[in-house]
Nanobody, 119 residues
Framework: QVQLVESGGGNVQPGGSLRLSCAASGSIVTIYAMGWYRQAAGKQRELVAGFISGGNTNYADSVKGRFTISRDNAKNTVYLQMNSLKPEDTAVYSC?????????????WGKGTLVTVSS
């Protein structure tokens, strides 16, 4: 089994910064992709940023130039540095990973961490 644990959410004023972390643990063999999604109240969940096959990254247009995803492969951890935050970035941010474990390949989700951008 694989667990994803997020941390780093909280309250921040517009223009501020936050850094989210997501650590994967368990019987991991290979992590094929890992990234962040968010869901704001009343809206559908959307991809924010992620690492895909080959180590490439993709970002939602709304966060390009403001958010940066990075990773520490030795720790099976991804980070999301969020700068110049806007009220519309307020959402529950969830980590997602496509992982092959000792029991097979599956998609895993973290429980999510709330980011609130408000003055």
């Amino acid at each position: 089994q694989v667990q994803l644990v997020e941390s780093g959410g909280g309250n921040v004023q517009p223009g501020g910064s936050l850094r989210l972390s997501c650590a994967a643990s368990g019987s991991i063999v290979t992590i094929y992709a890992m990234g962040w999604y968010r869901q704001a109240a009343g809206k559908q969940r959307e991809l924010v940023a992620g690492f895909i096959s080959g180590g490439n990254t993709n970002y939602a247009d709304s966060v390009k130039g403001r958010f940066t995803i990075s990773r520490d492969n030795a720790k099976n951890t991804v980070y999301l540095q969020m700068n110049s935050l806007k009220p519309e970035d307020t959402a529950v941010y969830s980590c997602n990973a496509n992982v092959r474990s000792s029991t097979g390949r599956a998609i895993y989700w973290g429980k999510g961490t709330l980011v609130t951008v408000s003055s």
